[in-house]
Structure formats: structure tokens, C-alpha cells
């Protein structure tokens, strides 16, 4: 009997717990580039995330869809397009950082 009580509490604390649903989103994207081919220079991306959260935006996922660089010295050795899956709210500050609205990124995995 307790057993049962114990266990028809402990299945309904479940139904009680708040569900924290997601304001609209919208992806955005940005591309980067740097670096210098046949040079000491090195270069590291932004941290997508990181960089939109510091302006206050909300970010929910991202992705980082690498381009393809030309091997000539003096040319970028890095080239992407960064997009963020954010809350539409928030577009504004995201376009204060050069980012704009996009169409969600292709995350299907190359095949050869």
C-alpha cells in the first residue's frame, strides 16, 4: 500500500514540472575570414556563440559551414559562414554584429 502511494507521488511530481518553451527563432549567419596563407599570421575564429550571448543575444544552436579558401600566398587561410539559430527578438543586436536572417544551414553530413 505505501508502495503504491509512494510510487503514484513520486510518477506525479512529473506532471508538475514547469515547461520552459522557447520564444520564437529565426537562424541568422555571418561569414569570416583570416588569416594569411605563406605567413606566421594565425588566425582563430569568433566564437559564435559566445560573441552573439555577449551582446545579449539568445542563442539556442549553431554551425559553422566551412568554405573553400584558394591555396595563393596572401590569401585567407580560413573562410566560413557562422550561423546561429536565435530568438527573433533579438535580430537587431544580432545585425549590430553583421550578422543577418538566413536560411537554416544544410547540416546534412558531405558524402563523397
Known sequence: MYR???LALLGGCS????????????WVAREFSGGRQCSDETYTPPDTRALL??????VYDVWV???????VCGAPSYAAIHYARI???DLERARQ????????PNKTPQTE
Open 87 to 89: 530568438a527573433e527578438a
Open 97 to 104: 554584429l553583421g550578422f543577418e536572417k538566413s536560411d537554416p
Open 53 to 58: 550571448a555577449a551582446a545579449g543575444v539568445r
Open 4 to 6: 503504491l502511494l509512494l
Open 15 to 26: 506532471m508538475w514540472t514547469p515547461v520552459l518553451e522557447e520564444p520564437p527563432t529565426i
Open 65 to 71: 559551414e566551412p568554405l573553400a579558401v584558394i591555396a
